[in-house]
């Protein structure tokens, strides 16, 4: 099933009731004082830094392949924090610098323009990848050479998808930012297999729901706004599940207890360990079987 969860991504990790996930895919509020609804873009530079280094760290002890898109304002900070990680990596978690471009960038008539946006990978050895599930069409095969190999190429580490803007199709108007379906999907095809399952720690607008609903994978899927988390499972026809009822999906990381709601700010894993999660609000859950 693919599982709607509102709340925070560290409450919804230690409640998701999933042990491991093919990939996760982030991307993180850019800390530019958008008007996100249910959360704050402006922070300081110290508190967005443990943000992110707090959401990396999680990524890779869950998922095998993690993917993080990020501003290219935070290209050093988000370097240290990769950098450190992989140091105290005991079994060779592998990083790969990777970059989104786009033709139509934000204009800025002072200096140049930023043109791209970055993507970390981050890899466990164990985690495989697939990329003949991404090939395209090579230049060979454009130009009719007959050296041309009939199932295409790999692509490269550069991703040329435009920006997600206003008069996209794409484009959710009740949101103030997008990634584009397509990068997605390429990131998830590579990454995982039909029937896998697929961590997105800030739903948003429920792109990766809608592109692993399209390519056959399952997603687990957090968003700390109720408002977003309304409109994704309407647009999605998710069915609300009541947290506290038998068959709620939420289970505790650590034990696989039920989780129950104990009072309004917190939950309880009932049948387990007894851990106390505390919650920012309530906690929504949606599914779609």
Not at 216 to 232: H, P
Not at 275 to 288: A, D, H, N
Request: with cysteine.
């Amino acid at each position: 099933m693919h599982k709607l969860i509102c709340a925070d991504w560290k409450e919804g990790i230690q409640m998701a009731g999933d042990d491991y996930y093919a990939c996760a895919f982030a991307d993180p509020p850019d800390n530019l004082g958008l008007k996100y609804d249910g959360y704050d873009d402006n922070l300081s530079k110290d508190d967005y830094y443990i943000l992110l280094k707090d959401l990396v760290y999680w990524m890779v002890t869950v998922a095998g392949v993690s993917w993080i898109s990020y501003n290219s304002r935070w290209t050093d900070i988000m370097g240290v924090i990769v950098n450190d990680i992989i140091k105290g990596s005991s079994i060779g978690l592998e990083a790969k610098h990777c970059v989104q471009t786009f033709t139509f960038g934000q204009h800025n008539k002072y200096d140049l323009g930023s043109g791209y946006r970055p993507i970390w990978r981050l890899r466990w050895p164990n985690a495989p990848l697939y990329p003949d599930q991404i090939r395209i069409e090579s230049e060979r095969q454009r130009t009719g050479d007959k050296r041309a190999n009939p199932a295409g190429r790999v692509p490269s580490d550069v991703f040329d998808f435009p920006r997600v803007t206003g008069n996209s199709h794409q484009r959710c108007q009740w949101h103030p930012t997008q990634l584009n379906e397509e990068l997605i999907e390429r990131c998830i095809k590579l990454s995982s297999v039909r029937g896998g399952r697929v961590l997105d720690p800030f739903a948003g607008t429920g792109t990766v729901l809608r592109v692993c609903r399209r390519i056959g994978r399952w997603s687990t899927n957090f968003e700390i706004s109720a408002k977003y988390c309304e409109k994704i499972a309407e647009e999605n026809e998710m069915e609300a599940v009541d947290v506290d009822s038998a068959s709620a999906f939420l289970r505790c990381r650590s034990c696989q207890g039920r989780i129950v709601r104990l009072r309004e700010n917190y939950a309880t894993c009932k049948e387990g360990c007894g851990k106390v999660i505390p919650l920012q609000g309530q906690i929504p859950t949606y599914v779609l079987s």
